[in-house]
Antibody, heavy 117, light 111 residues
Framework: QVQLQESGPGLVKPSETLSLTCAVS?????????WGWIRQPPGKGLEWIGS???????YYNPSLKSRVTISVDTSKNQFSLKLSSVTAADTAVYYC??????????WGQGTLVTVSS | QSALTQPPSASGSPGQSVTISCTGT?????????VSWYQQHPGKAPKLMIY???KRPSGVPDRFSGSKSGNTASLTVSGLQAEDEADYYC???????????FGTGTKVTVL
């Protein structure tokens, strides 16, 4: 059974960098597929942040592209998200997901990140 | 890239059907047969219900069906059950520059 688990600080100060990691079990990232990050502000809808292929190729939401970096560590079977210069508008539940063929089929449980001083 | 447009709410009695629309443009919904639908219960992660417009993942009841006409996709839930009460989001592939765009979400209430 494929499982994904997000981890990282739940509180980040404004202007700092948000860093999250998604650990994957039950499937080897090296085997293929894209792996993505999606976020959901409290009480609002879903927003795709970006995706990374197992080889390292990345695609980012144009509205976040200047602040986002997604990387993969196949040796640890995990991938990571960095979002710089955060503001209160970046407060959200952040999900990681497996993306085989233009869909997200397995999701992590999500982690709430609050941006506040 | 703007979010896909969904009605804020939809409702039906147990056993009835409800259909949710998802309107985009020729650059996303209308341009690709890569529309997905997700169900999200409060405090939970989204769950894939439909992919590639009308395909169901293993384990999803056949009460859930999807279709597309032009720039609008639809999700129909037939034989509504109490556990179908949730938020539903559509998503579409939007090309190599934008990749994915999600819908605004629809809250389905089982009366």
């Amino acid at each position: 059974q494929v499982q994904l688990q997000e981890s990282g600080p739940g509180l980040v100060k404004p202007s700092e960098t948000l860093s999250l990691t998604c650990a994957v079990s039950g499937y080897s990232i090296s085997s293929g597929y894209y792996w993505g990050w999606i976020r959901q502000p409290p009480g609002k809808g879903l927003e795709w942040i970006g995706s990374i292929y197992h080889s390292g190729s990345t695609y980012y939401n144009p509205s976040l592209k200047s602040r986002v970096t997604i990387s993969v560590d196949t040796s640890k079977n995990q991938f990571s998200l960095k979002l710089s210069s955060v503001t209160a508008a970046d407060t959200a539940v952040y999900y990681c997901a497996r993306e085989p063929g233009y869909k997200q089929d397995y999701w992590g449980q999500g982690t709430l990140v609050t941006v506040s001083s | 890239q703007s979010a896909l447009t969904q009605p804020p709410s939809a409702s039906g009695s147990p056993g009835q059907s409800v259909t949710i629309s998802c309107t985009g443009t020729s650059s996303d919904v209308g341009g690709y047969n890569y529309v997905s639908w997700y169900q999200q219960h409060p405090g939970k992660a989204p769950k894939l219900m439909i992919y590639e417009v009308s395909k169901r993942p293993s384990g999803v009841p056949d009460r859930f069906s999807g279709s597309k006409s032009g720039n609008t996709a639809s999700l129909t839930v037939s034989g509504l059950q109490a556990e179908d009460e949730a938020d539903y989001y559509c998503s579409s592939y939007a090309g190599s520059n934008n990749f994915y765009v999600f819908g605004t979400g629809t809250k389905v209430t089982v009366l």
